[in-house]
């Protein structure tokens, strides 16, 4: 994606696309896995901690990247796809490598909807399979 094309992408989910936000959404789109505020901060040395979550925090509020717990204890976040409303139908299992550390989308692997007992609302789930990815195999 260019430059000009996250502008654009970030401007029609309501977020100002500062130079700042252009880049953390172009680095987590050019990475293809999920990454951590920490893998980022490695990314953009230079810039506060707290720049780099504020960006993140934008993107999750409006349904541009959702956040992944895969148990390595840093929460990553990963790419929406464009038409993400982020609710239920399109949770998906999440894969994380035990080798590299990559975590990926399954998008075409939809969490299955589980019916709760009576009072309690679904929400968020998380859903992830560790094991050995096809690079590392
Ligand atoms: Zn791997
Ligand atoms: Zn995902």
Same mark, same amino acid.
């Given at each position: 994606?260019?430059?000009?094309?996250?502008?654009?992408?970030?401007?029609?989910?309501?977020?100002?696309?500062?130079?700042?936000?252009?880049?953390?959404?172009?680095?987590?789109?050019?990475?293809?896995?999920?990454?951590?505020?920490?893998?980022?901060?490695?990314?953009?040395?230079?810039?506060? +901690?707290?720049?780099?979550? &504020?960006?993140? $925090?934008?993107?999750?509020?409006?349904? @541009?990247?959702? =956040?992944?717990?895969?148990?390595?204890?840093?929460?990553?976040?990963?790419?929406?796809?464009?038409?993400?409303?982020?609710?239920?139908?399109?949770?998906?299992?999440?894969?994380?490598?035990? +080798?590299?550390?990559?975590? &990926?989308?399954? $998008?075409?692997?939809?969490?299955?909807? @589980?019916?709760? =007992?009576?009072?309690?609302?679904?929400?968020?789930?998380?859903?992830?399979?560790?094991?050995?990815?096809?690079?590392?195999?």
């Amino acid at each position: 994606m260019t430059n000009k094309e996250i502008e654009k992408k970030l401007e029609s989910k309501n977020v100002k696309p500062t130079a700042m936000r252009t880049l953390v959404y172009k680095t987590l789109v050019d990475s293809g896995k999920a990454l951590s505020l920490a893998d980022l901060e490695i990314q953009f040395e230079k810039v506060e +901690r707290s720049t780099i979550f &504020r960006a993140l $925090k934008s993107f999750e509020d409006n349904f @541009m990247v959702h =956040p992944v717990d895969d148990g390595s204890g840093s929460v990553k976040y990963a790419v929406c796809d464009d038409d993400c409303t982020c609710n239920i139908h399109d949770l998906h299992v999440h894969f994380y490598c035990t +080798r590299c550390g990559r975590t &990926r989308c399954m $998008k075409e692997l939809p969490i299955p909807e @589980m019916k709760l =007992p009576a009072g309690y609302t679904y929400r968020k789930a998380q859903f992830i399979i560790s094991g050995v990815c096809p690079r590392c195999d």
